[in-house]
């Protein structure tokens, strides 16, 4: 089959060169554009990127000429889909003319990922909200869409949540242990993070809360509904290089086993893993039974870093109530980033029967 062609806008960031990594090799999917801060845009891309995962750029990447992420106008017509990983101060200015005119757009920006017709979606979780398009298109006019993927902390969050549905969420509580690379190229002072935990990360709690919920939520005639489950949220940052580890509390209304529980992780399988996808991962939760496991340095990288590593699961016999605890751990710039907006873009490929 012919390749469908994508641009990247923001392709030198962290996530920016993430998404270059994955498209660079991938079956379905050919890179024809790249595009940068306008302080970059006019050069080679070899010139300006760091290539901080230390992989060799593919040649025809090297050449490409950046072009200038802030100007709509100037993305190629014949684009079967943009990936952006602006950065969310001009993500809006961009991404919604793009949309507007006709141009498929799947976006690692958090502005509108709360919208009620704009569907935020970690495709095994909730793979049905992709038709939350339709209600889109109707009520903006838009000749194209616009789709968000989560947080990376809400990514592994509810990856791991959603097997634990059949008992009935009803609390969530989480801490998260956030890698320095979530912040960006320049996001974290060195100084300030060596030898350091920081306890609080703008708007992350916010995030996690109200991103999940949408997540757990209904789609209906009048866009996604939240779900019913209460999120409570602590984010830290941590002297890690990339993986996000977070401890979860979830409390259940329905009684489980701890045994059974675990059959549940390991056996999860959804939509992607159905269709044969090919970023989606074999095992999309890989459960670690060694007390000391999952550890960012040993497991970020599970499944190509497109799962999430849970271990410690036990319940939580102080508290009052059904509740489960566990840890999980996720490779923030795959599975919480650019990762998952590849896999959006091919389920979204798929069931358009174009692929």
């Known amino acids: 089959m012919d390749k469908l062609r994508v641009g990247v806008l923001g392709a030198t960031g962290l996530v920016g060169q993430r998404f270059v990594h994955l498209l660079s090799r991938h079956p379905w999917f050919r890179l024809?554009?790249?595009?940068?801060?306008?302080?970059?845009?006019?050069?080679?891309?070899?010139?300006?990127?760091?290539?901080?995962?230390?992989?060799?750029?593919?040649?025809?990447?090297?050449?490409?000429?950046?072009?200038?992420?802030?100007?709509?106008?100037?993305?190629?017509?014949?684009?079967?889909?943009?990936?952006?990983?602006?950065?969310?101060?001009v993500a809006m200015d961009v991404e919604v003319p793009?949309?507007?005119?006709?141009?498929?757009?799947?976006?690692?920006?958090?502005?509108?990922?709360?919208?009620?017709?704009?569907?935020?979606?970690?495709?095994?979780?909730?793979?049905?909200?992709?038709?939350?398009?339709?209600?889109?298109?109707?009520?903006?006019?838009?000749?194209?869409?616009?789709?968000?993927?989560?947080?990376?902390?809400?990514?592994?969050?509810?990856?791991?949540?959603?097997?634990?549905?059949?008992?009935?969420?009803?609390?969530?509580?989480?801490?998260?242990?956030?890698?320095?690379?979530?912040?960006?190229?320049?996001?974290?002072?060195?100084?300030?993070?060596?030898?350091?935990?920081?306890?609080?990360?703008?708007?992350?709690?916010?995030?996690?809360?109200?991103?999940?919920?949408?997540?757990?939520?209904?789609?209906?005639?009048?866009?996604?509904?939240?779900?019913?489950?209460?999120?409570?949220?602590?984010?830290?940052?941590?002297?890690?290089?990339?993986g996000h580890m977070e401890s979860v509390h979830v409390r259940l209304e329905r009684a489980f086993d701890v045994g059974e529980v675990l059959d549940e992780l390991k056996a999860f399988s959804s939509l992607p893993q159905e269709l044969g996808l090919p970023t989606a991962p074999k095992r999309p939760i890989v459960v670690m039974l060694d007390r000391d496991r999952p550890q960012p340095r040993l497991d970020r990288y599970v499944e190509g870093g497109m799962a999430v590593a849970v271990g410690r699961v036990e319940a939580a016999e102080s508290l009052p109530g059904r509740w489960l605890k566990y840890v999980v751990l996720g490779h923030n710039t795959v599975r919480g980033a650019a990762g998952t907006a590849v896999l959006i873009a091919e389920l979204y490929f798929k069931m358009e029967g174009m692929v």
């Open 98 to 242: 793009l949309a507007r005119n006709g141009f498929l757009v799947v976006s690692n920006a958090s502005p509108m990922r709360l919208e009620r017709d704009v569907p935020l979606l970690n495709p095994e979780v909730n793979y049905e909200h992709i038709k939350a398009l339709e209600l889109q298109a109707r009520l903006r006019g838009w000749r194209g869409g616009l789709i968000k993927n989560p947080n990376c902390s809400t990514a592994i969050l509810t990856l791991s949540l959603a097997p634990l549905r059949k008992y009935c969420l009803r609390e969530v509580i989480v801490t998260t242990l956030q890698a320095i690379s979530g912040a960006g190229l320049r996001g974290v002072n060195a100084y300030s993070i060596v030898d350091n935990v920081i306890p609080y990360i703008e708007r992350e709690e916010f995030k996690l809360r109200e991103e999940t919920r949408k997540i757990l939520g209904r789609l209906s005639s009048d866009g996604v509904e939240p779900g019913d489950v209460r999120v409570s949220a602590t984010t830290a940052r941590v002297p890690v290089l990339d």
């Open 32 to 89: 024809e554009y790249l595009a940068a801060s306008l302080g970059s845009a006019g050069r080679r891309y070899e010139d300006v990127v760091s290539w901080y995962m230390g992989s060799e750029l593919d040649d025809r990447l090297k050449g490409f000429i950046l072009g200038n992420a802030s100007d709509p106008a100037s993305v190629p017509r014949d684009l079967d889909v943009v990936f952006s990983a602006l950065p969310s101060s």
